[in-house]
């Protein structure tokens, strides 16, 4: 039972355009939620995060946007550069059990040059 | 060390050996997480130490596996009697308190387990 899904396993696109990867989740519970981007031999780096009192929360090139009656959220990337080239992770956790994220089975993106 | 270090970054054994997977964290960071990833999935949770002791090990998938952090600082997770479905990469992460709400959860490059 994935409670957490990006059902998107892979994502191409040009340099400088737009990068949207998505993902759903099931548990209403779900309070916080997190991108982490990695890259191959290395461990997850958190990127972005927003809480689920927010629709939306920027930082640089990066955008994450939370519509709960969907339960969907997803990240923009603007503009993407090849150095994006990564798999994404998306994970939310509850309130009072934070310490516990419950991830998505990432993303691999790839940025043309 | 700047980052969470974690030993070894390859382990291959055999069906039913035992398996010992080290952690140092980040100085000063009072929360210690253990998580899996096998092939093609996100990471899995399994055990969260606060301090020294074990503050959620629901996580751990039977009783093969099992965690420590004697003095606040370094972990270990041991595999007992180990089977090919343990052949995964696993992760840990450190943060400087329990709440991951600022995302400053730090992880490792993890030790990639093979079982043959």
């Known amino acids: 039972d994935q409670q957490v899904k990006q059902n998107s396993p892979s994502l191409s696109v040009q340099e400088g355009r737009i990068s949207i990867l998505n993902c759903d989740y099931t548990?209403?519970?779900?309070?916080?939620f997190l991108w982490y981007k990695k890259y191959p031999a290395e461990g997850p780096t958190f990127l972005i995060s927003?809480?689920?009192?927010?629709d939306k929360n920027e930082d640089g090139r990066f955008t994450v946007f939370l519509n709960k009656s969907a339960k969907h959220l997803s990240l923009h990337i603007v503009p993407s550069q090849p150095g994006d080239s990564a798999v994404y992770f998306c994970?939310?956790?509850?309130?009072?059990?934070?310490?516990?994220?419950?991830f998505g089975s990432g993303t691999r993106l790839l940025v043309r040059p | 060390g700047a980052g969470v270090s974690q030993t070894p970054s390859n382990k291959v054994t055999e069906k039913g050996k035992y398996v010992e997977l080290r952690c140092d964290p980040i100085?000063?960071?009072?929360?210690l997480y253990w998580y899996r990833q096998s092939l093609g999935q996100g990471p899995e949770f399994l055990i969260y130490?606060?301090?020294?002791?074990?503050?959620?090990d629901s996580g751990l998938p039977n009783d093969r596996f099992f965690a420590v952090r004697p003095e606040g600082s370094v972990s270990t997770l041991k595999i007992q009697r180990t089977e090919r479905g343990d052949s995964a990469v696993y992760l840990c992460?450190?943060?400087?308190?329990?709440?991951?709400?600022?995302?400053?959860?730090?992880f490792g490059e993890g030790s990639r387990l093979t079982v043959l």
């Open positions: 994970a939310a956790s509850v309130l009072d059990s934070s310490y516990k994220l419950i």
């Open positions: 130490f606060q301090g020294t002791g074990a503050a959620d």
């Open positions: 992460a450190s943060s400087p308190g329990g709440r991951v709400n600022t995302g400053e959860l730090f």
């Open positions: 548990n209403s519970m779900f309070d916080y």
């Open positions: 927003i809480s689920s009192i927010k």
């Open positions: 100085s000063g960071h009072t929360a």
